[in-house]
Each structure stands twice: as structure tokens, then as C-alpha cells.
């Protein structure tokens, strides 16, 4: 049981590059969601899904897509890097948002963008 | 959407000493409430939760207090000790809708 698993840990991308951060749970978690930490700010909620083949976005979404094509993966896409997305970012699972287990995050994905 | 605001950003006690962290939420229909604890390097974890059906809810050295009217909700630690050291991170949630989280404190217990 691997839980939360997010590739890679860390990326360095050049201004304009794309990228996709990878998010794959092996728990039979319904909801899934983005997150990116950044110092002084928190966990800033990017896009979340509900389950399989729907998507939503929550407070930060511009300059990222996402996917839900599979109860297991849920990854996230940058579209054109910008300095101002360098951050850590986090996916998490849940049986739901509010579950009494709480979120399972993954270790996190440091990206720098140059 | 909703927006969570938390308090201090840093914080620091002596071993032992009682630590409280407040947080604030703006949308009344928000009705869970949990508790996320990050040590350095490693992701958030969940500690506490309490819904808006009970004021308080205590597990062992962690209790967590609602006031509704107020809208705002607090994370008490009793007895600290270095372990609990981390940054924690107090999230609001409407049913079946997406987390808002704070802003986070650190916490300093020294020795």
C-alpha cells in the first residue's frame, strides 16, 4: 500500500516549458486535489475532482489543467512555466473532503522555475 | 469562496508551557474543521477535526474549540514538549466541497 505518490520530488523548468507533475493513490480514494505551498501562504487549493471524470477548480487554477481519467491518477499540468509557479506542490486523497480520515498528501514536489 | 485566516504566524514557548493557534473563517455554511500538522520536510498530516455540531473536542494533549457565532475556531496544545515543534495549519470546509487552509504558524517548543 504506497498511499499517496507524487513524481518527481523535484524539477527545474525553463520560463515557457510544460510539464506534467504526476499524482497516483492506491487507496480508492474518490477525491483528489492540488495543492501549492508557498511560504507565508499555506496550502493554496489549485484544482480538485470529485471522482473519475470530473474536475473543478479551486482558488489558484490559472496556468495549470488537470485530468481525472482514472480513480488512481490525478495529474497536473503546467501549460507555459512562469517564475511566479515555482513552489512546492502537494496532491492529496481522501475518501471526500470532509472524511473523518482525513487528507493522505503525497511527499510533495519541489519545482523551481527559471 | 471561503477564506481562512490564521494566528500567529509564529509562535514560541517553553517546554511545557500551553499553545494556542485561532484561526477565523468567512462563510457560515462552512461546517468541518481540521487541524493539519507539517514537521520540517515531510507533508501534512491530520491531527484534530471538530464539526459544527459540537464547541470542543479534546484527543489527549490536543483539544480544538468552535465558536460558530464568531466564526472562528482555536487549536490548543497543552504541556508542549520539543516534539511538537512543526507548522500547523487549520483548514475550513463547506459539505462535500473543496479545504480552504490557513496561512499556517510555526510553532517553537524550546527546550
Known amino acids: 500500500n504506497a498511499g499517496v505518490t507524487q513524481t518527481p520530488k523535484f524539477q527545474v523548468l525553463k520560463t515557457g516549458q510544460s510539464m506534467t507533475l504526476q499524482c497516483a493513490q492506491d487507496?480508492?480514494?474518490?477525491?483528489m486535489s492540488w495543492y501549492r505551498q508557498d511560504p507565508g501562504m499555506g496550502l493554496r487549493l489549485i484544482h480538485y475532482?470529485?471522482?473519475?471524470?470530473?474536475?473543478d477548480q479551486g482558488e489558484v487554477p490559472n496556468g495549470y489543467n488537470v485530468s481525472r481519467s482514472t480513480t488512481e491518477d490525478f495529474p497536473l499540468r503546467l501549460l507555459s512555466a512562469a517564475p511566479s509557479q515555482t513552489s512546492v506542490y502537494f496532491c492529496?486523497?481522501?475518501?471526500?473532503?470532509?472524511?473523518?480520515?482525513?487528507?493522505?498528501f503525497g511527499s510533495g514536489t519541489r519545482l523551481t522555475v527559471v | 469562496g471561503e477564506n481562512v485566516e490564521q494566528h500567529p504566524s509564529t509562535l514560541s514557548v517553553q517546554e511545557g508551557d500551553s499553545a494556542v493557534i485561532k484561526c477565523t473563517y468567512s462563510?457560515?455554511?462552512?461546517?468541518?474543521f481540521p487541524w493539519y500538522k507539517q514537521e520540517l520536510g515531510k507533508r501534512p498530516q491530520l491531527i484534530i477535526d471538530?464539526?459544527?455540531?459540537?464547541g470542543e473536542k479534546k484527543d489527549q494533549r490536543i483539544a480544538v474549540t468552535l465558536n460558530k457565532t464568531a466564526k472562528h475556531f482555536s487549536l490548543h496544545i497543552t504541556e508542549t514538549q520539543p516534539e511538537d515543534s512543526a507548522v500547523y495549519f487549520c483548514?475550513?470546509?463547506?459539505?462535500?466541497?473543496?479545504?480552504?487552509f490557513g496561512a499556517g504558524t510555526r510553532l517553537t517548543v524550546k527546550p
Open positions: 475532482s470529485v471522482g473519475a471524470g470530473i474536475t
Open positions: 492529496a486523497s481522501s475518501y471526500g473532503p470532509q472524511s473523518i480520515y482525513g487528507y493522505t
Open positions: 487507496m480508492n480514494h474518490e477525491y
Open positions: 483548514a475550513a470546509s463547506i459539505e462535500n466541497n473543496d479545504m480552504r
Open positions: 462563510d457560515s455554511a462552512s461546517n468541518y
Open positions: 471538530i464539526r459544527s455540531n459540537v
